[in-house]
């Protein structure tokens, strides 16, 4: 698709969200084509700044926390890696990061080639393995439907007894998706951290909802 289009797909996913999923529970997806330009540019630098630390080592914090050393991860929506990199300076992990671009999954193969990287578009494609631990940092949102990914998560990726690591920022439509998130899932910990710049994000640590 050209970039015009690109564009206004993304507008309209948006317009949707803000008019209509942010009150069901939707997330707002971005094309790959987007993601790919701004994996191409410096877009997502900042998330390597100190003033986003702390919801980064709370992610860590929860897994030392809440598993047993040397547990696997599931990282849906790396990145770049800025994740891998906190939990690569407290010790070696067991770290599997996928990612629906493949700018993002080469800059974290060459940055950090002891981890396993992947080029997925989850909402579409199977991922091979069941992890102890799966996380959504900052990423679950951009998911459509954000409980169905969830429940794919389950069926597919996640060992028996496995923990969900899922931080969201404070944005309309979120508590909508929490809400719906923990009719499925029982919260252990849930804290919220705001930085110097009023950045508010809330990250919890969540396993299957016994019936």
Same mark, same amino acid.
């Given at each position: 698709m050209s970039n015009v289009v690109v564009r206004a797909v993304n507008k309209l996913n948006h317009l949707f969200f803000k008019t209509v999923g942010k009150h069901i529970g939707m997330?707002? =997806?971005?094309?790959?084509? $987007?993601w790919e330009q701004q994996y191409s540019s410096d877009v997502? %630098?900042?998330?390597?700044?100190? %003033?986003?630390a702390e919801h980064y080592e709370c992610i860590v914090? *929860?897994? +030392? +926390?809440? $598993?047993? @050393?040397n547990a696997s991860i599931l990282d849906i929506g790396s990145g770049k890696g800025v994740l891998y990199s906190y939990f690569k300076k407290w010790q =070696?992990?067991?770290? *599997?990061? &996928? %990612? &629906?671009? %493949?700018n993002a999954v080469k800059a974290a193969a /060459?940055? *950090? =080639?002891? #981890? /396993?990287?992947? $080029? !997925?578009?989850?909402?579409?494609?199977? !991922?091979?393995? /069941?992890?102890?631990v799966v996380i959504f940092n900052e990423t679950l949102y951009y998911f459509t439907r954000p409980v169905k990914t969830i429940k794919k998560c389950l069926d597919e990726n996640m060992k028996s007894n496995g923990l969900f690591i899922i931080s969201m920022c404070e944005y309309e439509g979120h508590d909508k998706i929490w809400k719906d998130l923990e009719k499925v899932l029982t919260v252990k910990e849930e804290r919220t951290i705001t930085n110097? /710049?009023?950045q508010t994000?809330? $990250? +919890? #640590? @969540?396993?299957?909802?016994? @019936?």
């Open positions: 997330g707002s =997806p971005v094309s790959k084509s $987007t997502w %630098d900042y998330l390597e700044n100190p %003033d986003e914090e *929860f897994y +030392k +926390k809440y $598993t047993s @050393l =070696p992990v067991s770290f *599997f990061g &996928i %990612d &629906i671009s %493949d /060459k940055q *950090f =080639p002891e #981890a /396993k990287w992947e $080029t !997925v578009n989850y909402d579409n494609q199977y !991922v091979d393995g /069941k992890f102890d110097s /710049k009023g994000w809330v $990250t +919890k #640590a @969540l396993v299957l909802k016994l @019936l």
